[in-house]
Nanobody
Framework: VQLQAFGGGSVQPGGTLRLSCAAS???????MAWFRQAPGKEREFVAA????????TYADSAKGRFTISRDNAKNTVYVEMNSLRPEDTAVYYC??????????????????WGQGTEVTVSS
C-alpha cells in the first residue's frame, strides 16, 4: 500500500487546515491514522479511524479540534484541524495498519506510511 499525504502549509493560530492521504489500495480493510513529529520531538499519535466502520480515536491534544474521516470509495482519509495552535506545528504522517483496538495509538502497529506533509502554525 502506498500512501501520499498532502494539504499541509502555513496558517495563523486559530486557523484551519485539512490534510488528505490518498492510498494506492483499498482502505476499507485498514485502520488509518495520522501521526505527527514536531522538531526535536518523537513522533506521536494524533487520530485514527478503524476499519470496522470507522470508530475514531483521538489524542487528548486533538480532541474537540481535529476530525478524522475517510472516504473508502476514494481510498482517501482526511484530518480536518481547527483552532490550530503553534504547538501543532509538525510534519504530519498518515499510516495504515491493522492494530488491535488496544494498540490503535501505537505507531509500531502501522506497516504503511506516507511521506509526511508539513504544517506550520505561526503568526
Amino acid at each position: 500500500v502506498q500512501l501520499q499525504a498532502f494539504g499541509g502549509g502555513s496558517v495563523q493560530p486559530g486557523g484551519t487546515l485539512r490534510l488528505s492521504c490518498a492510498a494506492s489500495a483499498r482502505l476499507s480493510t485498514y485502520t488509518m491514522a495520522w501521526f505527527r513529529q514536531a522538531p526535536g520531538k518523537e513522533r506521536e499519535f494524533v487520530a485514527a479511524s478503524r476499519q470496522n466502520g470507522g470508530t475514531t480515536t483521538y489524542a487528548d491534544s486533538a480532541k474537540g479540534r481535529f476530525t478524522i474521516s475517510r472516504d473508502n470509495a476514494k481510498n482517501t482519509v482526511y484530518v480536518e484541524m481547527n483552532s490550530l495552535r503553534p504547538e501543532d506545528t509538525a510534519v504530519y504522517y498518515c499510516a495504515a495498519g491493522r492494530p488491535a483496538l488496544s494498540a490503535t495509538t501505537y505507531e509500531t502497529m502501522y506497516h504503511y506510511w506516507g511521506q509526511g506533509t508539513e504544517v506550520t502554525v505561526s503568526s
